[in-house]
């Protein structure tokens, strides 16, 4: 089975702090995923990479940045926390991004408050 | 621009009541539609899935068609359990391998 962690299941900050939140997919793949989960918003993309090194911006990626220097990890940074950004962060991964590849394996999330 | 709207929950039914939350979806093409579950404490994780017209995912006695007709992908199940408690979230992916997500639908199954 595929396997998703995330470094944390909830996390508290204060506002300015410089956030980490780790994610690890064990099954070699090569796409992966970090979502910000908010109620009645469902799921929206923060940022995306489809190889080691390569990101790619999503639908909201201002205050985050991210980092991927091995295939198994994908780490996103909150430079600044703020209280805007306390929310669900929700890490994926998927072997390809084509049928019948792109089955996306979640992690179990982080909950994250900036206080 | 590319969405999906779904039915706005909570939705709440008895054990073994029949199930329907709707799901359509404004894209450009055929994408292929999902049907991901999160449990109570969870992360999410595929329920079903459609990739072309016509198709029927089904798992876990939940089923959804896709209506190319109508741009729709309403999961169906026959009878609910209280184990189906969750939220229910319908996406697509679009023409740039996104995913695109719905709101959510809390269901709650009442024994």
């Known amino acids: 089975d595929v396997k998703v962690t995330q470094s944390s299941r909830y996390l508290v900050k204060r506002t300015g702090e410089k956030v980490f939140l780790e994610c690890v997919q064990d099954?070699?793949?090569?796409?992966m995923f970090w979502y910000r989960q908010d109620p009645g918003l469902g799921l929206r993309l923060i940022y995306f990479?489809?190889?080691?090194?390569?990101?790619e911006k999503g639908d909201i990626p201002e205050g985050y940045s991210v980092s991927r220097e091995k295939k198994e990890r994908f780490s996103l940074i909150l430079e600044s926390a703020s209280t805007n950004q306390t929310s669900m962060y929700l890490c994926?991964?998927?072997?390809?991004?084509?049928?019948?590849?792109?089955?996306?394996?979640f992690g179990p999330g982080t909950r994250l408050t900036v206080l | 621009g590319d969405s999906v709207t779904q039915m706005e929950g909570p939705v709440t039914l008895s054990e073994e009541a029949f199930l329907t939350i709707n799901c359509t979806y404004t894209?450009?093409?055929?994408?292929?539609l999902f049907w991901y579950v999160q449990y109570p404490g969870e992360g999410l994780q595929l329920l079903l899935k459609?990739?072309?017209a016509d198709d029927k995912g089904s798992n876990k006695g939940f089923e959804a068609t896709y209506r190319k007709e109508t741009t729709s992908f309403h999961l169906e199940k026959g009878s609910v359990q209280v184990s189906d408690s969750a939220v229910y979230f319908c996406?697509?992916?679009?023409?740039?391998?996104?995913?695109?997500w719905g709101a959510g639908t809390k269901l709650i199954i009442k024994p």
């Open positions: 894209a450009t093409g055929y994408p292929s």
């Open positions: 994926a991964s998927s072997l390809g991004l084509a049928i019948p590849y792109n089955e996306q394996f």
């Open positions: 996406a697509f992916m679009d023409s740039n391998y996104q995913l695109i």
């Open positions: 459609a990739t072309k």
């Open positions: 099954m070699d793949h090569e796409n």
């Open positions: 990479s489809y190889d080691v090194k390569m990101k």
